[in-house]
Every structure is written in C-alpha cells, then in structure tokens.
C-alpha cells in the first residue's frame, strides 16, 4: 500500500506536474532563509576572535561543501534506484544532479583557498578538505564525461549510474586517505572552519545559509529534472498535452 | 553447447585462453613496461639527479608511473575480445559475469602488473633506495598493481567501445585510484627508508580485497551495459 | 563604509560572495533555460506532427 505513492511519482507525467508545484514551495523559502543568513552572518555576527572578519566566507564556502558532498550523495541514490527499479524519472534526476554539484565543488574550492590566503598566508596549502573536494570535482567531471560521451540517453543512464555508485563508495574512502595522508606530512593545519564551540549570533546564520543552500539545490533540481523528463519522454502524448499548458 | 561447464572451470579455460593469445602478441603487453620504464627516467632528468635528493621522490615517482602504466595498459583490457564479439559470448554464456570478467582481469594483471612489481624495486634502486628494500617495495606493489587492475577493469569495462575513450578513461580511473596511490607511495617510502611499513601495507590490502570483492560486480554490470 | 572593508579581509571575502552569488544565478538561469528549450522542442515537433500527419 504504502508503494502506490511511489510508483506514482516514478510517473513521468506525475513527477513533471508535481514538481512544476513543488519548486516555488522550496525556491521562495530558500531565498527568505539565503538573506536571513546573510544578514546574520555579515552584519549582526560579531567578528571571530581569532580570524577577525575573515571567518565570515565560512557563510559561503561551508554550504557550498555540504552541498558538493551532499549532491553526490543525492546523484548516487538516485542513480542506485532509476537502476534498480528501472525508474526514468531518478535518471533524470539524477542527471539533474552532476552540473549543480560540479559548479558547487568549484565554489567550495574557490572559497576555501580565498579564505587560505590571509590564514594560511597562501592560496592553495594541500588541505585535505580542500584536496578531497578536488578529487571530487574530478569525480563530478568524470561522471558528465561519462554521460556526455554516450548519445543514446538510455544507455546514458544506465552506465552513469554505475558510475556514481561506484564513486559513491570511493568517496568516504578517498577522503579518509587524504585525511591520513595529510596527517603524515604537516602539522595539523586544518581548516578552523565548523567548530562546535560557536556562539549562536555565528552558528544560527549558518545553519540558516546551509537550509537554504539546501532548497536552492531542490528547487534547481526540480527545474532541471522537469526539462530531463520532457526529453526523455518527447514522444509520450501527456508531454504533448503538458507542453500546450505551458 | 550442451556440456554444461562450471563457473571455476570456465574461469580456468578463460585465464588460459587469454594467456595463450596474449603469448602470441608479447610486443603488446610488454609495451606498458616499457612506459614504466621511460617515465621513470623522466624524473631524474626532470629534478636533481643527485642519489640522496631522489630517494625522496622514489616513492612518488614510482607510483605514478606504476599508475600511469597501468593506466596505458588498461587499453588492452577488453579491446580486442571486444570487437571480436568474445564478450558478448561471455556474456551471454550464463555464466556469472563478473566471475569472467575477474579471470581477464587477473591474467591482465599477470602480463601487465607482474613485471611491473619484478621490476618496480630495481627501478627505485636507481633513484637511490638501498637495496635492503627491495623486498619490501616488492610486496607494496604486487598489492597495489592488483588493486589497480581491479578498480581499472570498471573504467575500461564502462568506456569500451565509446569515442574518446582514452582521455575519459582517465578522468573515471585516476581519481578513484587515489586512495591506492596515497597508501602505495606511503609504504614504500616507508620500505625505501627502511621502517616498519605493516599499518600501511594492512591499508593498502584492504582495498585490494575491498576492489576484488565490489570491482567485478562494478565492471559485469557496465560491460553488460556497454554491450548493449 | 567602514563595514564593507571586512576589517582588511575584503579583498578575499567579496570575491568568495560575488563567486558565489554568481554560480546561484548562473545555476538558476541554466535550468530556466534548459526546461523552456525542452518545452520548444516538444513543440516544435507537435507542430510538424500536425502539418504532415
């Protein structure tokens, strides 16, 4: 019983109706929560003891990480049920997934080495934050290389999911490697970002900025998935009749 | 047709079969030895050839060459059974694929890998590490080339057949491949310097039985795909 | 304006913002974008549907 609605939304037609509702519900709260956030977090947040104003790109660059990982992890799901089950309308998620979290990777990285430069006194130091988010990047390239070299979408699907499987496993692996490895050769000089010891004017503009990044990517991802599902399914009649609404 | 064959069986007339063709063809898979060998005279003409600064780079110079190699020699994975048609005949011979697919992968590693972990050591002799270590850069590599065999089988079972598939082979195989490039260098600089190295090797190992148990399930699902 | 100076870090932390604050409208436009090109194309062949049946 509790499959129906399940099955339903795997309905190509279902999903591409329910998520053309659903969007406005996560990309106005994302915007309330994103300026809330970053109210707190430049203005009413007083300035970190030790890193002065400069702890305040953490507003940026911490979202932009938890959602690099948090995307993959998405796409990977995604990409373990659409196979699984055989459901298109998670491919096309899925699919929806790769750019966002590539252009996510990429700020999370450029962000971090601006905020290395007055720390660290240098823009790229081998972080393992900064050198696992580097690996992934690749992994994300990796993944639309993948499906951007294979012209038959079906198929597309199919191999890019094994894909990101397989690189949803390396990738706790490849991060505690980098972990160990940089323990090896310096001294801890960890990023200080993310310590549980924040006082909640900090901590609250944070957790509002990494909500709202959240359903910023939900939002995102509804609208591309919509575009997935009509090109999948361009000669279904319901894509027909959707495409006369519009 | 009619005699059924045992999944062990099939695997053990696969790795002979694979092994006599390769024997046919040895300019192919000595090739990849070859490139282990130039890139690692690459890094003494690139840096400081003195003895005591390239046994700080042993390490890293022998693990990229290794990956590199290895990455040349993916190539040869399933090309030619691949055109051929052998694949499809595997696959649909009932058997379990991955099973198979494992059997080539590990005679893949036995033309490929093998002479790389024989001549690995005396390579990274000549970039300065004593010759005590030998034994130990030895087992560092004979357990990382298997793992990056494994991982690579996925990569060249996902690309085979497409355009482009060199370039992107790399891009899938290189970043996965990390995790064994970081524990592998470890412990033979560990080996070259002559110290305990048991914590990293353990590492290096549990990758190598984590790939052979996930890599072949991983490279049967994408060839079935790739075959389509 | 004293706060736009960041105490001497606004050299690094306007760029980390305006990065940002590009990547979110480039993502927002991107997918505008590729949702209506996926709705002109349906059209586009619902019309050629109907001209030669």
């Known amino acids: ?218 939002a995102i991802m509804l609208v591309r998935a919509r575009g997935e599902v009509l090109r999948r399914e361009r000669g279904a009649q319901w894509v027909a009749e959707a495409a006369v609404e519009a | 047709m009619s005699t059924p064959v045992s999944a062990a069986r099939a695997g053990w007339l696969l790795m002979r079969r694979d092994l006599r063709l390769a024997m046919r063809r040895p300019g192919e898979w000595l090739q990849p030895l070859g490139f282990f060998l130039v890139v690692m005279t690459l890094f003494p003409l690139a840096g400081n050839p003195q003895l005591s600064r390239l046994r700080d780079m042993a390490p890293a110079a022998l693990w990229v060459a290794a990956l590199l190699s290895s990455l040349l020699a993916l190539e040869f994975l399933f090309r030619e059974d691949g055109q051929d048609g052998t694949l499809e005949q595997l696959a649909v011979s009932g058997l379990p694929l991955s099973w198979l697919l494992l059997a080539k992968t590990c005679v893949h590693w036995l033309l490929t890998g093998l002479p790389l972990v024989l001549v690995g050591p005396l390579a990274a002799t000549a970039l300065g590490a004593p010759y005590a270590s030998i034994p130990g850069v030895l087992v560092v590599l004979l357990v990382g080339s298997l793992a990056l065999s494994l991982i690579g089988a996925v990569g060249a079972a996902l690309t085979l057949g497409l355009r482009r598939g060199g370039v992107l082979l790399a891009l899938l195989v290189l970043p996965l491949a990390v995790p064994v490039l970081i524990f592998g260098a470890r412990a033979s600089a560990l080996a070259i310097a002559l110290e305990p190295m048991a914590g990293s090797i353990y590492l290096l190992g549990s990758i190598a039985v984590l790939s052979a148990t996930l890599a072949p399930l991983a490279a049967a699902a994408a060839m079935r795909i790739s075959l389509e | 304006m004293h706060w736009l100076q960041m105490g001497g870090y606004w050299p690094w932390v306007w760029p980390s913002y305006g990065l940002t604050l590009l990547v979110v409208v480039l993502n927002i436009v991107t997918a505008r974008r590729s949702l209506r090109a996926a709705r002109a194309e349906v059209r586009r062949r619902l019309q050629m549907q109907r001209s030669n049946p």
Not at chain 1, 54 to 60: A, D, N, Q, S
Not at chain 1, 70 to 88: D, K, L
Not at chain 1, 113 to 135: A, F, N, Q
């Open chain 1, 1 to 218: 019983m509790a499959w129906i609605w399940f099955h339903k939304l795997g309905s190509p037609p279902h999903f591409y109706r329910l998520a053309g509702r659903m969007t406005p519900w996560f990309a106005w709260p994302a915007l309330l929560l994103c300026l809330g956030g970053l109210y707190g977090g430049l203005v009413s947040a007083p300035a970190d003891y030790q890193q002065g104003e400069g702890f305040r790109i953490i507003y940026v660059h911490a979202p932009a990480a938890w959602l690099s990982v948090m995307i993959y992890s998405a796409m990977a799901v995604y990409a373990a049920v659409g196979r699984i089950w055989r459901i298109n309308v998670c491919h096309a998620l899925a699919a929806s997934c790769a750019g966002i979290g590539a252009s996510f990777t990429l700020v999370a990285l450029v962000t971090g080495s601006l905020w290395g430069r007055p720390m660290w006194g240098t823009y790229w130091e081998w972080d393992p934050r900064l050198t696992s988010e580097l690996v992934l990047l690749f992994l994300y390239l990796g993944y639309m290389g993948l499906r951007s070299a294979i012209d038959d979408t079906a198929r597309a699907d199919r191999a890019s999911a094994v894909l990101a499987i397989v690189g949803a496993v390396n990738v706790p692996i490849i991060h505690y490697s980098v972990t160990w490895w940089n323990s090896l050769h310096q001294a801890p000089s960890v990023m200080k970002f993310g310590k549980s010891s924040m006082p909640a004017s900090m901590l609250i503009p944070l957790l509002m900025m990494l909500l709202g990044f959240t359903l910023f990517f939900v």
